[in-house]
Every structure is written in C-alpha cells, then in structure tokens.
C-alpha cells in the first residue's frame, strides 16, 4: 500500500478515520474539501473543486464519501476519471 495515492472525496469524521487507516497503512492521501488549507499528518494534500481533475489524475484509488447522488457519479467523478476504481459508491 505504501507505494498508493488513495484520494478521498469527502473529509467529515468518516472521512479523516479513513484517511488515517490508510496513512497508517503507508500510502500517500489527498482529500478533496470546500476550502483551501495546507496538508497535515492524515492528508498529504487538500484539493478544492476546480482542481478536482488533477486530483483524480494522481490517484490510483478513489474513495466517495460524499452523498452519493446521481449527478455526482455521472456529471462529476466518471467525467474526470476513467479507467480506474472508485470504491464505496452507491445511490442512497
């Protein structure tokens, strides 16, 4: 896992327990928030909005923790990111 750049969309309490699973685990974490703000022991780099296509392209997993809804996953994440996994996703 060390040698993975694992992106979280979505930092609320869920979010940073799993940010902090895989730093723990060795990999590389960058977070996806509404605010600009510097990197931290959990995340290696924050990521807003607008940036959101160079995030996607430096990650080799994608965990959505965001509201699941249906304009996110195809108006949003796939448009950006294809080819790859995006894990925990589901419609609620």
């Known amino acids: 896992m060390n040698e ?10 869920i979010g940073r327990k799993t940010a902090t699973l895989f730093k723990g685990l060795g990999s590389k974490v960058v977070g996806l928030v509404n ?3 510097s990197g931290d022991q959990t ?3 924050y990521y807003v909005g607008g940036e959101l296509p160079e995030m996607l392209s430096s990650c080799h997993y994608i965990i959505n923790i965001l509201p699941s809804t249906k ?3 195809e108006c949003w994440i ?4 294809t ?7 589901r419609y609620y």
């Open 35 to 37: 605010s600009p703000r």
């Open 78 to 81: 796939r448009q950006h990111w």
């Open 71 to 73: 304009c996110l996953q």
């Open 4 to 13: 993975l750049t694992v992106g979280i969309l979505g930092l609320g309490e």
């Open 43 to 45: 995340v290696d780099r």
């Open 83 to 89: 080819g790859k996994r995006v894990l925990r996703t």
